[in-house]
């Protein structure tokens, strides 16, 4: 079965960095999509970047692009999340979460699409 859990969080000010990590219980011989998700006070759980198992392919949403970057550690069956120049609207619970990829279908960030998820890390970046 597979379990996800995130660590890594804290608080942070505005232009900091924080590096979160899931720790992820796969499958062998099975290709995932994994992902980080996060969920503000008051706002719906945003997808910020998904990466392929097989090809380590990433996508980013516009929100993150160019200061958060996404990588695996496929030995330690970990995934990162490296964020910097963090901002006060980046505060959220993250989630990694997995879906099995099926072929070379393509995985969007989606919260629907993903049926495991972490407990979620915090992050607060004060101004």
């Known amino acids: 079965q597979v379990r996800l859990a995130e660590s890594g969080g804290g608080s942070v000010q505005a232009g900091g960095s924080l590096r979160l990590s899931c720790s992820a219980s796969?499958?062998?011989?099975?290709?995932?999509?994994l992902a980080w998700f996060r969920q503000a006070p008051g706002k719906r759980r945003e997808g910020i970047v998904r990466?392929?198992?097989?090809?380590?392919?990433?996508r980013y949403a516009d929100s993150v692009k160019g200061r958060f970057t996404a990588s695996q550690d496929s030995a330690n069956n970990s995934l990162y999340l490296w964020m910097n120049s963090l901002k006060p609207e980046d505060t959220a619970m993250y989630y990694c979460?997995?879906?099995?990829?099926?072929?070379?279908?393509?995985?969007?960030?989606?919260?629907?699409?993903?049926?495991?998820w972490g407990q979620g890390t915090q992050v607060t970046v004060s101004s």
């Open positions: 990466i392929y198992t097989d090809s380590g392919d990433t």
């Open positions: 979460a997995a879906r099995r990829r099926w072929g070379n279908e393509d995985c969007y960030l989606q919260e629907f699409q993903y049926s495991r």
């Open positions: 796969l499958d062998t011989d099975t290709t995932y999509c």
